[in-house]
């Protein structure tokens, strides 16, 4: 037994510990925020999940789990509770287990590099033994600082930065505890950044994925692949969409194309790029400006934001056959319209041109922010008595069999 009390503890947005009981509840809410099922298949779906922990990948593997029935594996890359506790995601997926479990779900998770041949490998063997040897969906949602390739070992960083030139934009911060708004500049690209960033958060691996099952015989006809992407604000467009991030995500949208035609030939299948909406994000609150984008975002729409289980249940929908494929001009879902409709960013320019120190508590909703920060490590979660010993260690969900 390892109780203790959890305080939380962080430098800015980035927190040392997380709290157990509290990444439980969040998930349980998640769950419980679902739609019901608009369709009882007859067959439950095999599926995969890879980045099945955190941010959408979570929302993906939860709305999946509860809206479409899924069965199958998610893949995720957590570190176990030691010294330290667990990371959030650890917790949360030995969560998402417990709850898949007392649903009847016969839901896998894995923890290990998913750029690796080897986890690629374990899935697949995975499939074939456990899920009847054909899966019938995968989603794509990794967001990684580095990434090893598997046939030159070389390993490649991704970076957050404009192309071009250097970028000053505004953002929030929360390190002396009043939140203030900063300018800061970051430097531009240079060198191969471009090439580094694309070769990580690109689509190379997740057409590796799809290469590695079909290549062993485990796509179902009519499989549906989709990699959870995000355009944005023109606000945030520098460091992000026109930035080394946005090479990425072109990068991917190409793939997405490549390998819908080659599904369409091999197994009458589909692969599209799913364009989500703003979400505070463990790896969102790391790119310059989106804390206060997303501060304003919830100030002009409060409760009309769409969280993300509501949009990836309105995704499994789409990659189900409950409902056809929505798709835009470049083939991609769009589950961010209503985050992008000209009358919400107006809003939004308008109260980003307003926003210093001194104005930005009666522009952005600072307490919900902050509180989502918090909810990401497991605090600040209704109902969770914080001034309790919680166990810290854990167990990952059963082992695969």
Not at 313 to 332: A, F, M
């Amino acid at each position: 037994m390892s109780e203790r009390v959890i305080v939380p503890r962080n430098r800015g947005f980035l927190f040392i510990d997380s709290h157990p009981a509290g990444c439980a509840r969040l998930v349980d809410d998640m769950w419980r925020a679902v739609p019901p099922p608009a369709v009882v298949p007859d067959r439950a779906p095999v599926a995969l999940v890879i980045g099945s922990s955190a941010g959408y990948g979570l929302a993906a593997t939860i709305a999946g789990l509860a809206r479409a029935g899924i069965r199958g594996i998610g893949v995720c890359f957590e570190k176990a509770p030691e010294r330290r506790t667990g990371t959030a995601g650890w917790y949360r997926t030995a969560a998402t287990a417990d709850l898949a479990r007392r649903h009847g779900r016969d839901m896998v998770f894995l923890n290990g590099d998913a750029f690796s041949d080897a986890m690629k490998e374990q899935v697949a063997d995975l499939v074939e033994r456990r899920f009847g040897g054909r899966l019938d969906h995968l989603v794509y949602s990794v967001a990684a600082p580095r990434r090893t390739d598997p046939d030159t070992g070389v390993t490649y960083a991704s970076v957050l930065k404009p192309v071009g030139q250097a970028h000053r934009t505004k953002t929030l911060v929360f390190d002396d505890g009043a939140p203030e708004v900063r300018d800061v500049e970051s430097s531009a690209a240079e060198g191969d950044d471009i090439a580094q960033t694309i070769a990580v958060m690109g689509g190379a691996d997740w057409e590796r994925w799809i290469d590695h099952l079909a290549g062993r015989g485990l796509l179902a006809d009519g499989f549906t692949t989709a990699a959870l992407s995000y355009i944005g604000s023109s606000l945030t467009g520098a460091i992000y969409r026109q930035g080394t991030i946005g090479a990425a995500k072109a990068h991917l949208e190409e793939t997405a194309r490549t390998l819908d035609e080659r599904l369409g030939k091999l197994v009458g299948g589909r692969a599209v790029t799913s364009v989500n909406g703003a979400a505070v994000t463990q790896s969102s609150t790391a790119i310059p400006g989106i804390a206060l984008y997303v501060g304003l975002l919830r100030g002009v729409l409060g409760d009309a934001m769409v969280p993300p289980v509501g949009q990836l249940s309105e995704l499994w929908d789409q990659l189900t056959g409950v409902r056809p494929l929505d798709l835009d001009d470049k083939g991609r879902v769009r589950l961010d319209t209503w985050e992008l409709a000209p009358g919400v960013q107006a809003a939004i320019t308008d109260r980003w041109n307003a926003a210093t120190t001194a104005t930005v508590a009666d522009l952005a909703d600072l307490d919900w922010f902050h509180s989502e920060v918090l909810r990401l490590y497991g605090f600040a979660v209704p109902g969770i008595d914080y001034a309790k010993p919680v166990e810290t260690d854990v167990p990952w969900p059963g082992a695969a069999s």
